[in-house]
């Protein structure tokens, strides 16, 4: 097993001499498509992987993250959708496969779904891919409200326990910094891994995909387009216990009721939004959300 738990790697040729970089880990379940959120990379499932070890789970680094290629020009959605089909397409993925998105990846996911239905089966949207009520309205709002991740690049990292600690005390203060699985997923982001380096991040990227999400009508329109059943995992809190989630219970029920029977939805108590992939306990409940998109 190579590392982060997938077996497989494969790289992606895309146009521009851009390259993608792909992983899988077979399993017994229909293949799942992976995609991570804004700020991190495939290895944000090692999570997942830990507590499904039957789960066939395909997962790469969308563009301007990890290994992958950043865009020479604006990055966008439809980009990554682009990416994550011919990532399928490499792999031999032609029938429909059940996609499950975190954050970022969540409205990917939906994108996807929606550019592409013949190649989705189902849903599974983890705190993201629902157009927010409460989001950033200019791209000077977006640079600050991700200061926190941008802010990691300034910086040539000693090694992966200063960057972890940085991580935890500036963007998700619930999680366990001894957490192995975030000493995995962490140590993707750097050039070095875990003897630190720089974060292999393309700020501009991050930037990009903010403003497609939140500044225009891209999410509201893949979501109305939407003919496949999905299921929403949503966090108590969005960072840190307290703080307001992305969805409130009102929204979510809102957005259950316009969807015509293909959403469904439930909250994740005492979780903020890292925690509904990056714990042991969210993990859990995301796999269990999945196996009902599976079934």
């Not at 950043?70 to 959605?77: A, G, H, N, Q």
């Not at 005390?169 to 993707?188: K, R, V």
Request: charged share 20%.
């Amino acid at each position: 097993m190579s590392a982060g738990g997938f077996a497989e790697h494969v790289t992606v040729d895309r146009p521009g001499g851009r390259v993608v970089h792909a992983w899988r880990r077979p399993g017994t379940t229909r293949p799942v498509l992976a995609v991570h959120g804004l700020s991190s990379t495939s290895r944000l499932w090692t999570w997942v992987l830990a507590a499904a070890p039957d789960l066939d789970l395909v997962a790469a680094d969308l563009s301007g993250r990890g290994l992958s290629t950043p865009r020479p020009d604006t990055s966008t959605l439809a980009g990554h959708v682009a990416d994550q089909v011919a990532v399928l397409d490499a792999l031999g993925l032609h029938e429909p496969v059940d996609v499950v998105g975190m954050s970022l990846g969540g409205f990917v996911a939906v994108q996807l779904a929606a550019a592409a239905p013949g190649r989705v089966r189902s849903l599974t949207l983890l705190d993201g891919g629902l157009p927010m009520a409460r989001r950033p309205t200019s791209r000077e709002q977006l640079a600050a409200a991700f200061a926190d991740r941008t802010a990691r690049l300034d910086t040539d990292w000693p090694d992966l326990a200063a960057y972890t600690a940085f991580v935890v005390g500036q963007t998700a203060p619930l999680l366990d910094p001894a957490d192995p699985h975030l000493a995995t997923c962490l140590a993707h982001d750097l050039e070095r891994g875990r003897d630190g380096g720089r974060v292999r991040l393309d700020g501009r990227a991050l930037v990009d995909d903010a403003a497609d999400t939140f500044l225009t009508g891209t999410a509201a329109d893949a979501l109305a387009r939407l003919s496949v059943p999905a299921r929403l995992l949503h966090a108590e809190w969005s960072t840190g216990a307290g703080s307001l989630p992305a969805y409130t219970a009102g929204e979510v029920a809102g957005a259950v009721a316009a969807s015509g029977g293909l959403l469904a939805a439930e909250p994740l108590p005492g979780h903020d939004h890292a925690g509904v992939v990056m714990s042991d306990s969210g993990a859990a409940a995301s796999v269990a959300v999945l196996r009902r998109s599976l079934a």
